[in-house]
């Protein structure tokens, strides 16, 4: 079957798309899905990169997120049917990730535990159910399942133009929240206000910690005026110390992933001064991608889907995430 596999760590030539990998081979609590859809997420430049303390058994078909219809159904399933849609939930219990620590949904087929499986309502496509669980489900986690952003919120979310990012102004938008959003260009800025951004910031050219003490006032110690309810903070690096310095009395940086740098400058003045909550999230669960599905039948939100690529094309695809080319998500058919 076609898939794209990941033979040695190192730069995005690393990953083929090969004609010949093996079909996989039906087991006992597991399903074969064919593939409707998968997408990319910053994770898989990691993958390929390879992250240190982290094994990935290789050769591996790369991949975490993907939906797909079930075409074979092995011992002990119950309560699936071949033909069903679903989504996959990419934790594996016991081997762990699948597009790194087992094979993942870059490919026309893909074994999948039954544990993972979530069934799609009809209203939702392949497309953006695969364009749900890593982004989206992080950034429901962070914003709905720790209850941290609540109406009238002045909310400045970072790297808002990628997988999370995008997840997080929609879902903080839906929450009522003034977004702020910062991305690094013009154009990114103009698509994020097309999706519900209240202001944005283009944080190549503008320090967003100044501009937004200069929006909303200083954060005062003795009162909860001047400054930001929440910073939504990926990027890690020397974006930490800024994200700090523009929060209000009791405000909140969440944090989930640390793209530019996991060990940044810390001021810990301003936690203690200003009250401070950080607020780490890791991951989803089933009641997220759950969740997010329905909101999409109901038309409550869209996923930002910005490019579909064929599986042939899914090296430029990573590409285009690694360099920071994309809005929102990119989604591969095999
Ligand atoms: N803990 C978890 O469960 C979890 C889940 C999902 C993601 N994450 C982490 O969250 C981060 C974002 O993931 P994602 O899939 O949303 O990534 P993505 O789609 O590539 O988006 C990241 C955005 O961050 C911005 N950015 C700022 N500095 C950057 C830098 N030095 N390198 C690359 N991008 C930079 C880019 O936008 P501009 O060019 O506009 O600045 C980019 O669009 C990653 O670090 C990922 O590992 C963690």
């Given at each position: 079957?076609?898939?794209?596999?990941?033979?040695?760590?190192?730069?995005?030539?690393?990953?083929q798309c090969?004609t010949?990998?093996?079909m996989?081979?039906l087991q006992?609590g597991?399903?074969?899905?064919?593939?409707?859809?998968s997408?990319?997420?910053?994770h898989?430049?990691?993958?390929?990169?390879?992250?240190?303390g982290?094994?990935?058994?290789?050769?591996?078909?790369?991949g975490?997120?993907?939906a797909?219809?079930?075409?074979?159904?092995?011992g002990?399933?119950?309560g699936?049917q071949?033909?069903?849609?679903?989504?996959?939930?990419?934790?594996?219990k016991?081997?762990?990730?699948?597009?790194?620590m087992?094979?993942?949904?870059m490919?026309?087929y893909c074994?999948v535990?039954a544990?993972?499986?979530?069934?799609?309502p009809d209203?939702v496509?392949?497309?953006?159910?695969a364009?749900?669980?890593?982004?989206?489900g992080?950034?429901?986690?962070?914003?709905?399942?720790?209850?941290t952003?609540?109406?009238?919120?002045?909310?400045l979310?970072?790297?808002?133009?990628?997988?999370?990012?995008t997840g997080?102004?929609?879902l903080a938008?839906?929450?009522?929240?003034?977004?702020?959003?910062?991305?690094?260009s013009?154009e990114?800025?103009?698509?994020?206000?097309?999706?519900g951004?209240d202001?944005?910031?283009?944080?190549?050219?503008v320090?967003f910690?100044?501009?937004?003490?200069?929006?909303?006032?200083k954060?005062?110690r003795?009162?909860?005026e001047?400054?930001?309810?929440?910073v939504?903070?990926?990027?890690g690096?020397?974006?930490?110390?800024?994200s700090?310095r523009c929060?209000?009395r009791?405000?909140k940086?969440?944090?989930?992933?640390a793209?530019?740098?996991?060990d940044p400058k810390?001021d810990l003045?301003?936690?203690?001064?200003f009250?401070?909550?950080i607020?780490?999230s890791?991951?989803?669960?089933m009641?997220?991608?759950?969740?997010l599905?329905?909101m999409?039948s109901k038309?409550?939100?869209t996923?930002m889907?910005?490019k579909?690529?064929p599986?042939e094309?899914?090296s430029?695809g990573?590409?285009?995430?690694?360099?920071r080319?994309?809005?929102?998500?990119v989604?591969i058919t095999p």
């Open positions: 079957m076609k898939a794209l596999v990941l033979s040695q760590h190192g730069g995005l030539e690393n990953l090969v010949d990998y093996p996989p081979t006992d597991h399903v074969i899905i064919r593939v409707g859809a997408s990319f997420n910053y898989d430049v990691f993958t390929v990169k390879g992250m240190p982290i094994k990935v058994p290789l050769p591996v078909v790369i975490l997120d993907f797909g219809t079930i075409t074979e159904i092995g002990q399933v119950t699936w071949v033909g069903d849609r679903v989504l996959v939930n990419p934790l594996n016991t081997k762990g990730l699948m597009g790194e087992l094979d993942g949904g490919a026309e074994l535990s544990e993972q499986l979530i069934k799609m209203a496509s392949f497309e953006q159910a364009s749900l669980p890593v982004a989206y992080t950034a429901h986690r962070m914003l709905i399942t720790h209850n952003v609540k109406k009238g919120d002045r909310v979310i970072l790297g808002a133009s990628g997988g999370v990012g997080c102004v929609i938008k839906k929450l009522g929240a003034e977004v702020i959003a910062c991305a690094s013009a990114k800025l103009a698509r994020l206000k097309e999706i951004a202001e944005v910031i283009n944080y190549k050219d320090d910690s100044k501009w937004a003490v200069e929006k909303y006032g954060p005062q003795r009162n909860y001047g400054g930001v309810d929440v939504i903070n990926f990027t690096g020397d974006t930490w110390v800024p700090l929060l209000k009791g405000g940086l969440l944090v989930c992933g793209t530019a740098g996991h810390e003045r301003y936690v203690w001064s009250e401070l909550q607020i780490g890791n991951s989803f669960y009641d997220n991608l759950t969740a599905m329905d999409i038309g409550e939100i996923p889907i910005d579909i690529l599986l094309q899914a430029e990573l590409r285009l995430i690694q360099d080319e994309v809005l929102g998500k989604i």
